[in-house]
């Protein structure tokens, strides 16, 4: 079976001074599916799991699978009822040209738009995105633990926290003067060249975070003229920002939290944040191989060589000591 190189995304809940949630995450939602709703299980039905959220369309946990041991596997997918399928077709009248069409899709289905992979063990969370980002679980798992179900104590915000805030408390990151975004450099296509600046990625072919060229046409650079002296060149693109904030002629710096709510969408690989006394540099405290190879049926990945690679993952982190 041909296979698909992914990242696996580490976040932790954070539970604050005043938690929503006393049992952790990974009880909290295999409870879930326990409660029922007009005499029916969520477990027993998928549509009492569907999420209409009003910026990412529809977001179902589409599969749950609590482990003897406390984990818990799951599969998110997002949809969007109102899109059909667009194809490109041979034109009947010329042969000039193709045809965009759009066709309704069947009654019994929908456009997937986005699937995720995910591992909790406690409230330690391993997750493989396919364009369904730690936000949109973030805003799921609020409205199923806080709405849906009565297991939350108050209606408030579950944030997902990544490693950049790991191994110190939020509270403790004081005074944080400035952050930088630093991609590894974008490789020209039809070259594979060693990564250049070493301080970014100790591993060979990680996968691209973010995107360069979308931050520069947002800036109004000419992006085709780039990518052409790219392409002439083989030369790489490299991304270096500062992002500061100023009060009058002073530097404003930010609290941990504030920090932390600013950044944890980002992804960590990219983020250098200095702060009173601390550096934290992409908030790695040692490579874990977050980048594995896991089985694809067409363009999808297998659901339980993805849960498979979770596992393998879970286990690294728990040698390292960052989970249980």
């Known amino acids: 079976m041909p296979r698909k190189t992914v990242r696996i995304h580490y976040r932790r809940f954070l539970r604050g001074s005043e938690p929503a949630i006393d049992a952790s995450l990974a009880a909290s ?32 946990l589409n599969s749950l699978n609590p482990l003897k041991n406390g984990d818990v ?23 000039a040209e193709l045809e965009v069409r759009e066709m309704a899709k ?13 591992l909790i063990r406690g409230d330690h969370v391993l997750v493989i995105e396919q364009d369904l980002t730690s ?3 973030e805003r799921y798992l609020r409205w199923l633990l806080c709405e849906r179900c009565p297991i939350a104590q108050r209606n408030v915000p579950l944030k997902l926290i990544p490693k950049l805030f790991l191994d110190e408390k939020v509270e403790n990151l004081r005074d944080v003067s400035l952050v930088r975004l630093k991609p590894a450099p974008m490789q020209p296509p039809g070259f594979d060249f060693d990564d250049a600046d070493t301080t970014i990625h100790s591993e060979k072919g990680v996968s691209a975070t973010t995107n360069i060229m979308a931050i520069l046409r947002a800036a109004n650079f000419d992006t085709a003229l780039i990518d052409t002296l790219m392409r002439r060149s083989g030369a790489s693109l490299q991304l270096n920002l500062d992002i500061t904030l100023k009060a009058g002629r002073s530097r404003f710096k930010l609290e941990g939290e504030e920090a932390m709510a600013m950044l944890r969408h980002v992804p960590e690989d990219d983020l250098i944040v200095l702060g009173d006394g601390v550096r934290k540099n992409r908030g790695k405290l040692e490579r874990l191989g977050d980048q594995v190879d896991v089985e694809r049926k067409g363009n999808e990945i297998d659901r339980k060589d993805a849960w498979r690679a979770l596992q393998e993952a879970a286990a690294r982190y728990r040698d390292a000591g960052l989970i249980e």
Not at 42 to 49: A, G, K, M, T
């Open 29 to 60: 939602l295999s409870a879930s599916f326990r409660h029922q709703v007009g005499g029916i299980s969520l477990s027993d039905d998928v549509r009492l799991r569907t999420y209409e959220d009003a910026d990412h369309g529809t977001i179902i």
């Open 73 to 95: 596997f799951g599969e998110f997918v997002r949809i969007d009822p109102t899109a059909n399928i667009t194809l490109l077709v041979q034109n009947g009248k010329s042969a």
């Open 106 to 118: 069947p009654n019994d289905a929908e456009v997937l738009k986005g699937m995720s992979f995910f």
């Open 135 to 137: 936000s949109m679980m």
